[in-house]
């Protein structure tokens, strides 16, 4: 039995869950500012009493990776590999895109994008099919008329995040279909964080950063690993 502690701050939702064997044991999250920085770990604390386990008990700690918010991919960074670094727990980096994607269930020979919003008419987005392998790679893409229709020509295409409202006012195609309520949560991890822990693919805590995309380029401290963001 796997015990994960899994850390979502891509997004304006802070949230955290604890999943047993990639199931959803207890959900925590708070969409409010500020509490990133202010209530994330009042919030781990919340979902370990949920979910009746304690930190020692942990087996793994994953946290989304980005794309997403510079400020809270770093703060929950941050977070999660202060805690696997304290607690002796591997660290697992989820990618956000493909956990949002999980959350779709889809039939052969459909496709999913999941989107984020990256400001004015740009999107975060990846394809994905239906076993939630990557079709076309993480990507910053600017929206127009044309976007996607490679992908919608022959498949019907699953459009899901924060950015749904946005391609769908560009996108007009009778294949493509606009999932606008379902937001991104520490509770669409379980699945890939339980799947890469039972891979052993562990993230290197001295390592590892956020991937902020573009825009913000890595700072890396070989003094200080739990600083290196």
Do not use: W
């Not at 895109?97 to 959350?103: D, G, K, M, P, T």
């Not at 899901?160 to 279909?177: C, L, P, R, Y």
């Amino acid at each position: 039995m796997a015990i994960i502690l899994s850390i979502e701050t891509s997004t304006p939702v802070c949230s955290v869950a604890v999943h047993v064997d990639g199931d959803l044991e207890s959900l925590s999250e708070l969409n409010e500012t500020g509490a990133h920085a202010e209530r994330l770990m009042l919030l781990i604390e919340e979902v370990l009493e949920k979910g009746r386990a304690a930190f020692h008990e942990l087996d793994a700690i994953a946290v989304s990776e980005g794309p997403g918010s510079y400020t809270g991919l770093r703060i929950g960074v941050s977070t999660a590999k202060g805690l696997a670094f304290g607690l002796g727990k591997p660290l697992i980096g989820v990618n956000t895109l493909q956990a949002l994607a999980s959350a779709v269930a889809l039939e052969e020979g459909e496709l999913v994008v999941p989107v984020l919003d990256a400001r004015r008419m740009e999107v975060y987005r990846e394809v994905f099919d239906s076993r939630l392998t990557s079709i076309a790679a993480l990507d910053a893409e600017v929206l127009s008329e044309k976007s996607f229709e490679n992908f919608l020509e022959n498949h019907r295409v699953y459009f899901v995040g924060d950015a749904v409202e946005k391609v769908s006012s560009v996108v007009k195609n009778e294949k493509a279909k606009f999932i606008s309520d379902l937001s991104f949560s520490a509770k669409h991890m379980g699945r890939i964080a339980f799947e890469k822990y039972e891979k052993k693919q562990f993230a290197d805590i001295a390592y590892f950063v956020p991937n902020y995309l573009k825009e913000f380029k890595a700072l890396h401290s070989k003094k200080n690993p739990l600083l290196t963001l």
